[in-house]
């Protein structure tokens, strides 16, 4: 199985690095190439990142050429677009499997292998904050707790999903899966993509599972959240709910 990660940066320049290294040193239970490393291609996109991101990963590409990528956007378009263009380039380029996730570390590359597993009797894991054994970072204020809690509440009530973590930025996905919800018809962003994303899964009857994940908070950089982005989930879930 072609295994491809998608990371989207918008200054990540502190984290791309680390995160690489930690993707390129996971253990896929013995599916490795003839120098050990595992068999899994790295895409990154940058939304033309003033901390130099970019940058950085050209230089992490060029030192392996093999398994990382980079492609380059003119300007911080949005989340949902970033996953589109990446997963579009990675079917393009054979991937059997893409993983979508942060860059930050919010979401540990050791449930990567894990997910991957998953995906041979699944369509579609979710690396879960709120199923059954899911975990938030300790440090979370009350208000973030509360706000991701009842946010996931809404859009279950007004989109049907069964999935608990609706807004899950963490997933592996079959390549035949993503062909399936037709990616050149999502059109929303941050937390409605991936509310979008979740619901064109369920309603073409994808096999969608929940990994619990604990959910760490960034040590490094600063988070991309927004109001925008929170008003724009509340409203689009309207949309979502009768587009797909």
């Not at 984290?15 to 896929?28: I, T």
């Not at 589109?84 to 540990?108: W, Y």
């Amino acid at each position: 199985m072609k295994v491809w990660v998608v990371l989207p940066t918008y200054n990540e320049a502190q984290n791309l690095p680390l995160m690489v290294d930690a993707l390129l040193d996971l253990d896929f239970g013995g599916a490795t190439d003839d120098e050990g490393q595992s068999q899994i291609s790295i895409l990154v996109v940058d939304d033309n990142s003033p901390d130099g991101t970019g940058d950085v990963a050209e230089s992490i590409a060029a030192e392996h050429p093999e398994r990382v990528s980079v492609l380059h956007r003119q300007g911080k378009l949005g989340l949902g677009s970033a996953y589109v263009f990446g997963f579009t380039h990675a079917l393009q380029h054979g991937a059997d499997a893409v993983i979508e996730m942060d860059a930050d570390f919010s979401h540990s590359p050791s449930y990567v292998p894990t997910m991957v597993r998953m995906l041979e009797d699944h369509d579609v894991v979710v690396g879960s904050r709120w199923c059954q054994g899911g975990q938030l970072d300790a440090t979370w204020e009350r208000w973030r707790y509360l706000l991701s809690k009842y946010a996931n509440v809404y859009a279950r009530l007004v989109t049907g999903l069964s999935v608990y973590d609706t807004t899950a930025g963490f997933k592996a996905f079959r390549a035949e899966s993503l062909r399936q919800i037709q990616l050149d018809q999502i059109r929303s962003d941050g937390y409605a993509f991936q509310i979008e994303v979740a619901t064109a899964c369920q309603r073409r009857g994808l096999r969608v599972a929940e990994l619990p994940i604990y959910f760490g908070e960034r040590t490094r950089g600063e988070s991309k959240m927004s109001s925008r982005i929170i008003v724009e989930a509340m409203w689009r879930v309207w949309q979502i709910r009768f587009k797909h």
